[in-house]
Structure formats: structure tokens, C-alpha cells
């Protein structure tokens, strides 16, 4: 005799349970869930034993370290993952709907690096092609740009990330490579086979230790065991580069901020052996319905916007 189809018991909120087994399906992490949906682990797994119970059916089964979906699993998943995602995501496009028939805004967070060197070509073009929209970008940093998101305030973030939170999708676009810079007639200008060792007897002039520039410049020291010494912290990437110019310190920076303009008046050498290249792109928050305005504009952030002579390196980073 062929067995009962599992039968949901329509009892209770079916959201809650239903967002917990999709968040566990595609992370494979009750841990993982649980950090995404801003739960507690034993919270996510009340929510799945429940919809099991429910169903009838077992739908996750550990394999090595990770939980993966048994077939019907698999059946529910392909169901409920549109289903989730759309309410998830009902409360902006209800708002987008009710805007009527106006050119409605877009809010856009992004550093002070990419709104100087990066974005301005984008918002050039977004507005000859968008004029009724009313465009504010948000000039913040790190957590502050992330709070924005995860709040709605904004649409998107643009700029790099170097550790992407559970809760957001980072899609990066452009890299840029680490660029050492001095003053024309600094030692270390000419020198050959430079090596990060050349570096250590000269006070470094770097943004403030909150930034990344700063973590990433002090892991690489670290990681070498070279010592290296801070003349001076300031922000801005052009503040930077007037200092040194003056012979106050060198720098490591990246190629987005460079332009022809500086290679006159600074020695540029690559430290692409040494630094890893820093990612620009779009962060947005996962499940987020992007309203018409934010995927347009996100499809204008393209590699083929920039053609060679824009920037001196169009290979990206921020601080």
C-alpha cells in the first residue's frame, strides 16, 4: 500500500519555521541560521523540529560537518525559498508600489574613497539617464553604512568589504592593486627588488587604526615578522597623499586614488606582492527587494565603465 503524502497541520505562524529551514538548507549551518534570522541556536532548531513534526517528513540530514537536505528536503526547499523571500521582501516593494507615479529616490552608502574616485562616472551617467530620481548618497563607514542597511535607510552600499556579515550579499566588481608611494627623491623610489623589509625603517603615514587599510597593512608586518612604524594617522586618502609629497612619511594606498596628476608629483610602485588587491562592490541586504532605481543603478557599476586613462591602475580598493 503506497504511503500518505506528508500533510502540513496549518496550525501556528508557518513563516517563522519556514524561513529557518531555507536559512539552514542554503547555509548547511544551524549556527549560520541562526546568526542570518538573529536567533538563538536552540530557537532555529525548535523551528525545524516543528516543521518536521508538522510534515511528517525528515528534512535535513547531517553529512561531514554540514546539514544537507534529504529529497524531500529538496521538494520543500524549491517551494518555499520564492515564497520566503517574496514576504521578506513585500514591505519594499509595497513601498515602491505606493509611490505612484514619480521619479521616487534611491539611497545610496558608500566611503568617502568611493564616493571621490569611484562612483562619481556612475552617478553621471545614472543621472542623465534617470533625471527624476532623487539620488542621496550617504557618506559612511563600516558599521555605520551596515547599520543603515540593515535598517533600510539605504538601498545598497558601495565600497570593499573584507569580511561579509551572514545577513548581507557582497558582490564584488572592481580590484585595484596596493601601491606604495613616496616622494620622487625617497630612497626607496628607484630601488630595486623592492622588499617589504625596505619599508621598516620608514614612519608609514596611514588612515586611522578603525579602517582597513590599517588591519590589513598591520596583518601583512605581523604575518612577516617585519617591524614597521606609524608616523602619522589621518583620514582621507588625499590628505595622505599631500603629506607625503611633503616628505612627512610614505604610504600604502591603492590604485583607485591615484590619479595621472599624482604620479608627477610621487614615486608609485606596485606592492602586489606583498598586499592583496582590495574588491569594490555592491552590498545589499539578503533577501532585499531592490526597487527599479537600485538595479539600475547597480547595473551601471561595471568594469566596462572604465576604460584605461580614467584611473592610472584599473585594477580596486578603499581604506
Request: proline share 6%; hydrophobic share 35%.
Given at each position: 500500500?503506497?504511503?500518505?503524502a506528508?500533510?502540513?497541520?496549518?496550525k501556528?505562524?508557518?513563516?517563522?519555521?519556514?524561513?529557518?529551514?531555507c536559512?539552514?538548507?542554503?547555509?548547511?549551518?544551524?549556527?549560520?541560521?541562526a546568526?542570518?534570522?538573529?536567533?538563538?541556536?536552540?530557537?532555529?532548531?525548535l523551528?525545524?523540529?516543528a516543521l518536521?513534526r508538522?510534515?511528517?517528513v525528515?528534512?535535513?540530514?547531517?553529512?561531514?560537518?554540514?546539514?544537507?537536505?534529504t529529497?524531500e528536503?529538496e521538494?520543500l526547499?524549491?517551494?518555499?525559498?520564492?515564497?520566503?523571500?517574496?514576504?521578506?521582501g513585500i514591505?519594499g516593494?509595497?513601498?515602491?508600489?505606493i509611490?505612484?507615479?514619480?521619479?521616487?529616490?534611491l539611497?545610496v552608502?558608500?566611503?568617502?574613497?568611493?564616493?571621490?574616485?569611484?562612483?562619481?562616472?556612475?552617478?553621471?551617467?545614472?543621472?542623465a539617464e534617470?533625471p527624476e530620481?532623487?539620488?542621496?548618497?550617504?557618506?559612511?563607514t563600516?558599521a555605520?553604512?551596515l547599520?543603515l542597511?540593515?535598517s533600510d535607510d539605504?538601498?545598497?552600499?558601495?565600497?570593499?568589504m573584507?569580511?561579509?556579515p551572514?545577513?548581507l550579499?557582497?558582490a564584488p566588481v572592481?580590484r585595484f592593486?596596493?601601491?606604495l608611494?613616496?616622494p620622487?627623491?625617497?630612497?626607496?623610489a628607484?630601488k630595486?627588488?623592492?622588499?617589504l623589509?625596505d619599508?621598516?625603517p620608514y614612519?608609514l603615514?596611514?588612515?586611522?587604526?578603525?579602517?582597513?587599510?590599517?588591519?590589513?597593512?598591520?596583518l601583512?608586518?605581523q604575518?612577516?615578522?617585519?617591524?614597521?612604524?606609524?608616523?602619522?594617522?589621518v583620514?582621507?586618502?588625499?590628505?595622505i597623499?599631500q603629506?607625503?609629497?611633503?616628505g612627512?612619511?610614505?604610504?600604502?594606498?591603492?590604485?583607485?586614488?591615484l590619479?595621472?596628476?599624482?604620479h608627477?608629483?610621487?614615486a608609485?610602485?606596485?606592492?602586489?606582492?606583498?598586499?592583496?588587491?582590495?574588491s569594490y562592490g555592491?552590498?545589499?541586504?539578503?533577501?532585499?527587494?531592490?526597487?527599479p532605481q537600485?538595479?539600475a543603478f547597480s547595473?551601471?557599476i561595471?568594469?566596462d565603465l572604465?576604460v584605461?586613462?580614467?584611473?592610472?591602475?584599473?585594477?580596486?580598493?578603499?581604506?
Open positions: 500500500m503506497k504511503p500518505a506528508p500533510r502540513f497541520a496549518y501556528g505562524d508557518r513563516l517563522k519555521p519556514l524561513r529557518a529551514f536559512q539552514t538548507a542554503r547555509l548547511g549551518s544551524v549556527s549560520r541560521a546568526e542570518a534570522l538573529y536567533l538563538s541556536q536552540p530557537a532555529v532548531t523551528q525545524l523540529q518536521e508538522d510534515i511528517g525528515k528534512l535535513l540530514e547531517r553529512s561531514g560537518r554540514r546539514l544537507v537536505m529529497r528536503g521538494a526547499y524549491e517551494l518555499a525559498r520564492p515564497l520566503v523571500e517574496g514576504l521578506d514591505e516593494a509595497f513601498r515602491e508600489r509611490r505612484g507615479l514619480d521619479g521616487g529616490e539611497n552608502a558608500a566611503g568617502t574613497s568611493t564616493i571621490l574616485y569611484l562612483l562619481p562616472r556612475i552617478v553621471e551617467r545614472f543621472k534617470h530620481v532623487r539620488l542621496t548618497l550617504h557618506n559612511v563600516g555605520s553604512g547599520d542597511l540593515r539605504v538601498d545598497m552600499a558601495v565600497g570593499s573584507l569580511d561579509v551572514a545577513d550579499d557582497y572592481y592593486e596596493p601601491m608611494i613616496t620622487p627623491d625617497h630612497p626607496l628607484d630595486p627588488d623592492l622588499s623589509q619599508l621598516s614612519g603615514i596611514l588612515p586611522p587604526q578603525r579602517l582597513t587599510t590599517y588591519r590589513m597593512v598591520d601583512v608586518f604575518r612577516n615578522r617585519v617591524p614597521y612604524t606609524v608616523a602619522l594617522e583620514g582621507g586618502w588625499e590628505i597623499k603629506y607625503v609629497a611633503m612627512l612619511g610614505i604610504s600604502i594606498v591603492t590604485a583607485i586614488c590619479t595621472e596628476a599624482d608627477e608629483r610621487l608609485v610602485r606596485s606592492l602586489a606582492g606583498y598586499f592583496p588587491d582590495r555592491v552590498v545589499v541586504r539578503k533577501g532585499k527587494y531592490l526597487s537600485a538595479r547595473e551601471l561595471k568594469p572604465f584605461r586613462g580614467d584611473y592610472y591602475d584599473t585594477g580596486p580598493s578603499e581604506r
